[in-house]
């Protein structure tokens, strides 16, 4: 068992860092198990990623204060607290080369003026800051939110970051200014102050170009065994064409690139669709049409008969709208990747409705620590 956190219990981050994991994965797996219902005898297992600690490749940390002494902080919110924040120094989640780089932040900007942004009195000019790195790469990416009045020089900061003894390396410093009351890191006035304004990761044998508001996989490592999976569901008899719906930066599209002749994405946000597109150019992909819309209308285009339909929504499931759209695909092979499995119970009747039977289901523990897991179902339409 992992040494406790100094905040365990208090951040939000973990809910299991104080039980052995094999018991956390049973309490998972027994949840899971619940969920599901009556679907529950078709459940193959719950398994678990490459590493349990350090898997986090992106932390969004707020600026705050330390509790009752006041002090400058950065880190996970307090649970019950608006402006108590937990600086995560001795945090399993991540990795040393990030736990170095918030310290020097928090570090740099304690010998400042600068005061966190509080969100009632609207005053104050630190946010948050955002970290990425590729768990494959060792390359990070850091943004920094402030508002427009920060007087501080954000210079000296990068030279001293640059100049830490990391086992990584700093690729790109974003600084974001956001003058709006919502707390939130906004992706409007952005400026590079240093390198460039993405990190590369390695996935599957794949690179990707991932920005600093593009989503991908929390857990590279994990990610290679949900995707893993993902593909062995996806073998199909015929293989002309597949849909990768809700596909946001194609991920999953261009792992299965190879076994189609041709895959078909949709995504809504259009910067995701950008990122997909330049993706798979990177790695030599041309089967990979990409389209930037919302599923329920640009599945209506689709006038061929997907030999496998990949769905990967959001954790509330899918939408009721788009669920007649997807159905008329009239797919023999439907694959629903669920990151909230309560959304894939709910949904499962639907689809049998339809005239699917459900195969079978994994749940892959892509969030040690937490109470989260991913699910991932196989549907075959009944002749």
Not at 263 to 289: F, M
Not at 325 to 344: F, H, R
């Amino acid at each position: 068992m992992e040494n406790l956190c100094e905040h365990f219990g208090r951040c939000g981050g973990c809910t299991y860092l104080d039980i052995p994991y094999e018991e956390e994965l049973a309490i998972k797996k027994q949840h899971l198990i619940d969920t599901l219902g009556e679907y529950s005898q078709l459940f193959k297992g719950l398994h678990p990623t490459p590493n349990q600690s350090a898997y986090r490749n992106k932390m969004e940390l707020a600026f705050g204060d330390d509790g009752p002494d006041r002090n400058l902080a950065l880190g996970m919110r307090k649970k019950r607290s608006f402006y108590e924040v937990a600086t995560p120094t001795n945090c399993v989640l991540i990795c040393d080369d990030l736990k170095k780089i918030i310290v020097a932040v928090l570090e740099y900007f304690k010998n400042s003026n600068e005061t966190f942004y509080h969100r009632k009195r609207h005053t104050g000019t630190l946010r948050h800051l955002v970290l990425r790195r590729g768990e494959f790469t060792g390359e990070i990416l850091l943004l920094l939110s402030t508002t427009s009045t920060l007087e501080t020089p954000l210079e000296p900061l990068i030279d001293e970051l640059t100049a830490l003894p990391i086992a990584g390396k700093i690729v790109g410093f974003l600084h974001a200014q956001n003058d709006g009351i919502a707390d939130a890191v906004k992706n409007e006035n952005v400026s590079i102050l240093y390198g460039q304004d993405y990190y590369m990761e390695k996935i599957c044998g794949l690179d990707f170009k991932v920005s600093a508001f593009s989503f991908f996989q929390t857990n590279s490592a994990g990610a290679e065994v949900l995707y893993g999976f993902v593909r062995d569901y996806a073998k199909s008899a015929s293989v002309n064409l597949a849909c990768d719906l809700y596909c946001g930066t194609g991920t999953i599209a261009q792992i299965l690139s190879p076994a189609f002749n041709k895959i078909i994405g949709i995504e809504l946000v259009e910067d995701a669709i950008k990122a997909a597109k330049v993706n798979a150019e990177l790695n030599h992909i041309t089967n990979c049409d990409f389209y930037a819309g919302d599923v329920m209308d640009i599945v209506k285009t689709i006038t061929d008969v997907p030999d496998v339909v990949i769905v990967d929504p959001p954790r509330d499931g899918l939408h009721p709208k788009a669920v007649p759209g997807i159905l008329a695909l009239n797919t023999p092979t439907l694959v629903y990747v669920a990151c909230k499995p309560g959304s894939l119970a709910r949904d499962i009747p639907l689809l049998e409705q339809a005239g699917y039977k459900l195969e079978k289901i994994e749940g892959v523990d892509m969030f040690p620590r937490t109470t989260h897991v991913e699910a991932i179902a196989l549907l075959r339409k009944l002749l």
